[in-house]
């Protein structure tokens, strides 16, 4: 799992990776920032981490390298990326495309971009309905196939911090539901389609 904030959708997987039947397990957590919070709660539960800084690396693409070496230490299965903060380019993609999943505040392809940004551009909009999207990460911003969407309404009267608390309520049980129904059931993409369990093709 890739995180770069408090991670709380990390905490939400912690959470249910200790029944066996869930059929997933958070394998290791990699940061892009030493003082996440999320590395806290990993260690909690015993979960080996790592970070890696950009402050530390040349450039973009010895960053991007760096980063997929650390998840490949973990040999996971699937990826999630929750509030990581920096684009993953073609070095990452290479070795783990088509199995890395990012959570974003947003009914994408409506706001894509940062979360923070996204919760406010959709705000800012006057949008009746947002929410999350799960989707699997591409070279673009947000650009990947849809897992999974969930709609949260706007109230009246919401600032960006209560809508985003509304959003990410409904986010992590969305991610904890899906992460499990894939480790339990497969997952293949037909071109933009992602189809988890059923029938192979
Ligand atoms: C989530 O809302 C995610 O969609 C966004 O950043 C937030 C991360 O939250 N990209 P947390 O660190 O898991 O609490």
Known sequence: MLVSGGGTNLGALLAAHDDPAYGARVVGVVSSRGDAGGLERARAAGVPTAVVDPADFPDRTAWDEAVGRAVEVFDPQLVVLAGFMRLLGEPF????????LNTHPALLPSFPGLGGAAVRGALEHGVKL??????????GTDTGPIVA??????????????????????????????????????MRVEGRTVVVGGPAA
Do not use: C, M, N, Y
């Not at 993609?93 to 890395?100: A, D, I, N, P, Y």
């Not at 929410?131 to 990460?137: A, D, E, K, P």
């Open 93 to 100: 993609l290479r070795r783990f495309g088509g199995r890395t």
């Open 130 to 139: 947002t929410g999350s999207t799960l989707h699997l990460i591409d070279e």
């Open 149 to 186: 969407q969930v709609a949260v309404p706007v109230e009246p009267g919401d600032t960006p911090e209560v809508l985003l608390e509304r959003i990410k309520v409904a986010e992590r049980a969305q991610l904890v539901e899906w992460v499990g129904r894939i480790a339990r059931e497969g």
